[in-house]
């Protein structure tokens, strides 16, 4: 059955809940899906050739964050709890999306949405993710804390540059960045002020695996593995050739991992507890 993201069970759902999933792949045989959270500055066409080497009976939805691409003229989110408040309520208000297996995956400042999205939804005994993924992140506590959305243009944009170099193009097309600049600089708000905060440790029900490039001269192994707070379970950690965005050559062997995780799990073997 094709899943639409504008109907539930007949009715209409709200626009304002819609908006934040992007289905990139879809079909009738559907029966399990990913959901993908960016990266600080990132969107959800960060994903879009993941659907590739997605299979027919797979679903895959990116999280659109506010104030990018078609949410260009939406304010960003500056804070974690704002942005996990606004999108698990959008989540809840559409609970055909959580009725299969499904896996969140987030990169970078993506994994930390992803988890804090899995405890909010134990929290509230929803149906859990059969597998959280976490990519290229510290754990909670070993956030390196920088203040670069405090920073000029110039010197936010020489640091995404710096950790992507594919980017480099947009230092010669200043109408496209000053598009971006604000739902950057909004991202690194969030992400550094989330940082700044004493951690609080919500030990989550599903397993965790750990996912990391092993050129990525940005996270040290030590702070990745600090995710094993978050779980009473054996971590899985994997390392990937490649940088802080390895992730964009080697998500074939990250969804082939991802869809092991998914097989395993084809009936709901995580229900919250009450």
Not at 30 to 57: L, T
Not at 85 to 99: F, G, M, N
Not at 235 to 244: L, V
């Amino acid at each position: 059955m094709l899943h639409s993201m504008q109907m539930q069970a007949g009715t209409p759902v709200d626009a304002l809940h819609t908006k934040w999933f992007k289905v990139l792949k879809t079909g009738p045989q559907v029966r399990q899906r990913i959901f993908c959270m960016p990266h600080a500055g990132g969107a959800a066409s960060q994903f879009r050739k993941w659907a590739e080497a997605i299979p027919a009976d797979t679903e895959l939805i990116a999280i659109q964050y506010p104030g990018r691409e078609e949410r260009v003229n939406e304010p960003c989110l500056q804070d974690m709890p704002s942005l996990i408040d606004a999108l698990s309520k959008s989540l809840c208000a559409q609970p055909h999306l959580l009725q299969m297996p499904y896996i969140l995956f987030g990169h970078s400042m993506g994994a930390a949405v992803a988890y804090e999205l899995c405890a909010r939804l134990q929290s509230n005994n929803q149906r859990l993710p059969c597998h959280v993924v976490l990519s290229a992140s510290e754990g909670p506590g070993h956030i390196n804390v920088t203040s670069l959305h405090r920073a000029s243009d110039h010197a936010l944009l020489e640091e995404i540059v710096r950790l992507n170099a594919d980017l480099a193009y947009l230092t010669q097309m200043p109408e496209l960045t000053e598009l971006i600049l604000p739902s950057l600089r909004g991202d690194y708000r969030l992400i550094e002020t989330y940082g700044a905060m004493s951690p609080e440790i919500h030990r989550i029900q599903p397993p965790v695996t750990i996912m990391v490039g092993e050129q990525d001269h940005e996270l040290s192994e030590n702070d990745a593995r600090a995710w094993s707070q978050i779980t009473d379970r054996h971590m899985g950690f994997m390392r990937y050739p490649g940088d802080h965005f390895y992730l964009n050559q080697q998500y074939p062997a990250m969804i082939t991992v991802m869809l092991g995780y998914l097989k395993q799990h084809q009936q709901p073997v995580w229900p919250s507890v009450p």
